[in-house]
């Protein structure tokens, strides 16, 4: 099946300081990758939609200066929670469709804890 | 009210139990059912997945969608101690990107 790997797993920072995660897709290229945020017993929260090579497309209600993505190839994207603050804890999770595959085939990575200090 | 609706849980069963898994929705827009599988710190993993209305059955998992009604359920036989997990029910419509997910409810299945 395929992979997609999420980098760090876990990560605990100062309130200010930014965080990059990544998002790859090891054995198939994706042109659009998924952001999503998780709160505990909570639904994942579409953050937005990632396109090789073009602009992030944001869901409402989500600042574009403060999570920014970046999808520069067919199996990286990363997502920068930029001046962190306790309010931005939460789970992280991205997902991949690979191309040519229907949306209904996405394929996750297995998320990233952000703890805000 | 939420676009969907899914109960928490936590639901625990014996083994070999039959699990029934349910969410309820308010779109009439959407199209395509998916049930997925999140196991503890894990990214959510696809079970199912419906287009329209009816059943579908993959091994002991059978999924149903009643447009009419609004309602999915997801039903896993013979359940067993490695379906412990949290289920979450997802949902689209037609066109456009966006799964809208349930809150997931956790299963937990006894030996």
């Known amino acids: 099946g395929a992979v997609v790997s999420q980098h760090p797993s876990r990560v605990i920072c100062k309130s200010g300081t930014s965080v990059k995660i990544e998002c790859r897709s090891l054995d198939f290229q994706a042109t659009t990758m998924f952001w999503y945020r998780q709160f505990p017993k909570q639904s994942l929260m579409l953050m937005a939609t990632s396109n090789e090579g073009s602009k992030a497309t944001y869901e409402q209600g989500v600042e574009k200066d403060k999570f920014l993505i970046n999808h520069a190839s067919l199996t990286l994207s990363t997502l920068t929670v930029t001046s962190a603050h306790p309010e931005d804890s939460s789970f992280y999770i991205c997902?991949?469709?690979?191309?040519?595959?229907?949306?209904?085939?996405?394929?996750f990575g297995s998320g990233t804890q952000l703890s805000v200090l | 009210q939420k676009e969907v609706e899914q109960d928490p849980g936590p639901l625990s069963v014996p083994e070999g139990a039959i699990v029934s898994l349910n969410c309820t929705y308010s779109n009439s827009a959407f199209q395509y059912f998916m049930w997925y599988r999140q196991y503890s710190r894990k990214g959510p993993e696809l079970l199912m997945y419906?287009?329209?209305?009816g059943n579908k059955e993959d091994g002991r998992f059978t999924a149903q969608v009643d447009k009419s009604s609004k309602y999915i359920s997801l039903f896993i036989r013979d359940s067993q101690p490695s379906d412990s997990a949290t289920y979450l029910c997802a949902m689209k419509a037609e066109y456009g990107n966006k799964l809208v997910f349930g809150a997931g409810t956790i299963l937990r299945v006894k030996s």
């Open positions: 419906t287009y329209s209305s």
């Open positions: 997902s991949a469709r690979r191309i040519g595959a229907t949306n209904e085939k996405l394929f």
